[in-house]
């Protein structure tokens, strides 16, 4: 089961106090500042909540919500119905070998559960299925996921389906990398603009990473090791020695 955590803070009406609340309660207030008409709003299954989806489409934007067992009736009949009508997938994806492995996307969509499901302003279900093959060691693994989106068929394709998914899970794979390295979700710097500020330098950290991989295959985590046994390499990273600036004569670490 998924638990909401108490990420920010919201006015109490007719007073100046502020009450800490959860992700759930912090989404629409956060989006209120965004123009967002228009635009499909992607989530993972703990924003899988009516309340948001209502707000979404009456701002005239579209959702596409992963569905897991915080909705169990929900998941249930998404479930089902894709378990007991056997088909070839609508759409089929294969990667090029990207990262070290290869990856096949296969997606279903239908819009049979719209008047079934106890949800509002549906338009398709969907299930994809990953299937990943490690290009080194052979071994294989697959995973399964459902959802839904506010996008009928008519407006949507299953490829642009898939890429609605693939472009959230890009998003949810940073933050991942971020508290996998730093274990921020943990982090003890609670007071002031102490976590906002640590939240940017993390990302500066993972960005400047990013753009020096070698290879695909390397991961940010092996990066770090390397970069902890040898400080000096960390800053040629920022340019702040001569042989990695070499035009700011006299500036830098020799």
């Known amino acids: ?20 609340t959860n992700e759930i309660k912090m989404a629409a207030p956060l989006l209120d500042a ?7 709003i992607t989530a993972d299954a703990l924003l899988t909540q009516r309340d948001l989806a209502r707000y979404l489409i009456h701002r005239g934007a579209h959702y596409h919500f992963t569905v897991k067992a915080n909705q169990p009736s929900l998941q249930e009949a998404i479930t089902v119905y894709f378990d007991h009508h056997h088909r070839e997938p609508d759409f089929t994806q294969t990667g090029q070998g990207e990262h070290g492995r290869i990856e096949t996307r296969k997606i279903w969509v239908t819009e049979a559960l719209n008047q079934y499901l106890d949800f509002p302003h549906v338009g398709l279900a969907f299930k994809i299925e990953r299937t990943t093959i490690e290009k080194k060691t052979g071994r294989v693994s697959s ?36 508290d996998w390295n730093y274990d921020e979700d943990r982090g003890q710097i609670r007071t002031g603009f102490g976590p906002e500020n640590m939240t940017r330098l993390r990302r500066f950290a993972i960005g400047l990473l990013k753009s020096k991989q070698r290879r695909p295959s390397e991961t940010i985590a092996e990066m770090m090791k390397k970069l902890m046994l040898n400080t000096r390499a960390v800053l040629d990273f920022l340019k702040m020695t001569r042989n990695a600036n070499p035009r700011a004569a006299g500036v830098g670490v020799a």
Request: glycine share 8%; net charge positive.
């Open 1 to 20: 089961m998924l638990h909401p955590k108490k990420v920010g803070t919201l006015p109490i009406a007719g007073s100046d106090r502020e009450k800490q």
């Open 143 to 178: 995973d399964v996921a459902y959802g839904i989106t506010s996008r009928s068929a008519q407006e949507i394709t299953p490829q642009q389906v898939l890429e609605d998914n693939r472009g959230h899970w890009r998003v949810e794979s940073y933050h991942y990398m971020i």
């Open 34 to 40: 965004i123009e967002i008409k228009g635009r499909t």
